[in-house]
């Protein structure tokens, strides 16, 4: 018998590719963080011995969630300045607490817990857009999940950088430290269109041809943002990201839920990303991705949750559930956005944005072994006729028993197995009350 680290033998398997199948009493055989088989359980157990054998008789199997956009450490700020307008809410409570609380300190908090959250919740890989990249990239290392780090620019002065050229400066040297860390890549992460201007944008267009990296960038988020645009520019941000050569295979536009049919054509015909994030976008009141529409056109369209400052979890089972209910009723079409398509764009579809399908996004020999496991055998997920729709539209995170990202156990029964959950929770009382004491917190 061959001799491998992991052998996992579960109830159901949920490649996600080969699309739409899924695997009963099927094995998945990891070894030196990777998969390395993938067969019917009877003949795994003849073939291989695992140095570790888990035995998952009520669980399903899935590729670890990518949550395509985040900003980690505005957990810190879950529930502060909630039932707002987005610019309102920005200006007015978001922004203010930042330049008075922002530090490395605050980024590393609240990046843990969020981290934290995450694996609890099934994620396994996160595309983040924050300040102090290099921080949130330490931590994702420490804790061992894997993450996208924005390289964040800005034309004006934050406590990270002085301007859009410092911002790319220091993105560039952090880039240059990431380069041989395993699960940690790099994006670019100007801001919107309406806090960067032409000529930094131009330079990241260049550099991500150069480096071949995505651009992380919220897009169309609002009506009022497009409004804005047009009166200031005569131009529609997508037609100006456009004109500058942004619009492309490295594009992932965040939000998008200002789309007219010129310009989905535009993204399908150059082959850019969207990244949906409802309930971020329910909350804020700003508006509705057509994602139906977009999916139809052949837009690659992943899904995110946005910061938890707006959210207000982290929670990629309530994602996919709100877009799969979300698209329908956008569309008109109970058929619209089905299961299996919020579980793609859960997982492969926001590994392709990230440039990482053939790393992970779906349990396939040679991938990276990114995995989860869901218990169903709970009364909220009985009776079971169709695993992919139960977890879809019945499941919650809290059956998500056992996580590893390169075949390190992350979540062992519920249990964290990097994080110290009694320190983390010292720390955020302690945040708690410093930023309750702020004038501008409520």
């Not at 985040?70 to 920005?90: F, K, Y």
């Not at 990046?111 to 990239?137: Q, S, V, W």
């Amino acid at each position: 018998m061959i001799v491998v680290e992991t052998l996992i033998h579960a109830r159901w398997i949920i490649p996600v590719e080969p699309d739409s199948v899924t695997l009963v009493h099927h094995s998945l055989v990891i070894d030196a963080g990777r998969i390395i088989d993938l067969l019917p359980t009877e003949l795994a157990k003849q073939k291989y011995q695992g140095v570790s054998i888990e035995n998952l008789e009520n669980h399903a199997l899935l590729p670890g969630l990518i949550n395509s956009h985040t900003h980690a450490a505005m957990t810190l700020m879950r529930g502060i300045a909630d039932d707002l307008q987005l610019m309102d809410w920005l200006t007015h409570h978001i922004w203010p607490l930042e330049q008075k609380w922002m530090s490395e300190a605050f980024v590393r908090d609240g990046t843990d817990l969020a981290i934290a959250e995450m694996i609890r919740g099934g994620t396994t890989c996160f595309n983040d857009m924050y300040f102090f990249p290099d921080i949130t990239a330490g931590q994702a290392i420490q804790h061992g999940i894997r993450a996208s780090i924005g390289l964040i620019v800005f034309d004006f002065p934050t406590v990270w950088a002085q301007n859009s050229d410092a911002y790319i400066e220091k993105g560039l040297a952090l880039h240059d430290q990431l380069r041989h860390q395993p699960l940690v890549t790099t994006a670019f992460a100007p801001h919107a269109p309406y806090t960067v201007s032409d000529g930094p944008l131009q330079k990241i267009r260049i550099l991500s041809d150069q480096l071949d990296k995505p651009i992380h960038i919220h897009v169309h988020e609002t009506l009022h943002e497009v409004e804005q645009a047009q009166q200031q520019s005569g131009k529609r941000p997508l037609q100006r990201l456009h004109e500058l050569g942004l619009v492309n295979p490295s594009l992932m536009a965040v939000h998008a839920t200002q789309l007219t049919d010129e310009e989905i054509a535009l993204l399908a015909k150059t082959g850019g990303h969207i990244v949906h994030c409802p309930e971020s976008n329910l909350k804020l009141a700003s508006g509705f991705c057509p994602v139906a529409r977009c999916i139809a056109a052949g837009i690659n369209v992943a899904l995110g949750t946005d910061g938890a400052a707006s959210n207000n979890d982290l929670d990629m089972f309530g994602e996919m559930r709100t877009a799969a209910l979300l698209g329908k009723a956008v569309a008109g079409d109970a058929s619209a956005v089905p299961a299996m398509a919020v579980l793609r764009m859960a997982t492969i579809n926001g590994a392709k944005a990230l440039g990482l399908a053939h790393e992970v996004g779906s349990l396939e020999i040679g991938k990276a072994a990114d995995v989860i496991a869901i218990d169903l055998n709970q009364l909220e997920t009985q009776p079971l006729y169709c695993p992919v729709s139960q977890i879809v539209y019945a499941a919650s995170r809290q059956q998500v028993t056992d996580v590893w990202v390169a075949g390190k156990r992350l979540l062992n029964q519920r249990q964290l197995t990097t994080v110290n959950i009694d320190e983390l929770t010292t720390r955020l009382i302690q945040w708690q009350q410093r930023l309750s004491q702020n004038p501008d917190a409520g």
